[in-house]
């Protein structure tokens, strides 16, 4: 189906296989479209036309290990192109929200399921002063860059596992990355975009997340 979004995705990004995750293919941008982009589309980075290294980390973890979500119910929270949700829906899961507040991801995320040949529901907002209900699990990639967004989300992401929701972070280390509370599951070498990114590559951490040490507040 055509519309606004759709061919505005068609025309500024290319469907290729994600660096990290070749079993995957993502609607990406390229560094001779960030222009185009910002000029049409939004002076602020598309996050959602790129996959950004903590995605990248989070959907090899789930593809490399099924059995976390396989069966269960899962919501990929500030999802961007849908990557980890795609990831999670490919491994097995019985159902996956792909939750993200910018309208062009909802319809990337669609796109991007759809060329992967999985389904993924759009669920545009929670309410971020209670945990989820309905989620057997929650996985969130790329959330601690800017100050601001992490507290709240990462707040929120307590909510939830202090009732009791399992919650992976995927994330390269950025500065606002809880500094406890954090099981490492995996660390990979994932490659970046130098368009988004200042080198070629940066370690991609996946964390299950637990509440702070009383200190860290």
Request: glycine share 8%; proline share 7%; hydrophobic share 45%.
């Amino acid at each position: 189906m055509s519309t606004p979004a759709v061919d505005f995705i068609h025309a500024f990004t290319t469907l290729k296989p994600v660096p990290f995750v070749p079993e995957i293919v993502v609607h990406t941008a390229t560094k001779y479209s960030m222009k185009d982009f910002q000029e049409s589309y939004n002076p602020e980075v598309p996050y959602w036309a790129f996959p950004w290294a903590g995605g990248q980390a989070l959907a090899r973890y789930l593809l490399d290990h099924p059995e976390v979500v396989k069966g269960k119910k899962v919501l990929d929270f500030a999802a961007g192109s849908g990557l980890a949700a795609i990831a999670a829906a490919k491994s097995g899961a019985a159902h996956v929200w792909a939750c993200d507040i910018d309208p062009m991801a909802q319809v990337a995320t669609q796109l991007n399921a759809a060329r992967n040949g999985v389904v993924v529901e759009n669920l545009r907002a929670v309410q971020m002063d209670r945990p989820l209900q309905g989620v057997d699990i929650i996985v969130a990639g790329d959330v601690c860059g800017r100050q601001v967004m992490a507290y709240d989300i990462l707040r929120w992401l307590y909510f939830c596992v202090a009732a009791g929701t399992p919650v992976l972070l995927g994330d390269p280390g950025r500065a606002y990355v809880p500094k406890s509370g954090l099981q490492e599951l995996a660390r990979y070498e994932v490659p970046v975009m130098r368009a988004i990114e200042d080198c070629d590559s940066r370690a991609g951490y996946v964390w299950q997340l637990s509440l702070p040490d009383e200190e860290d507040g």
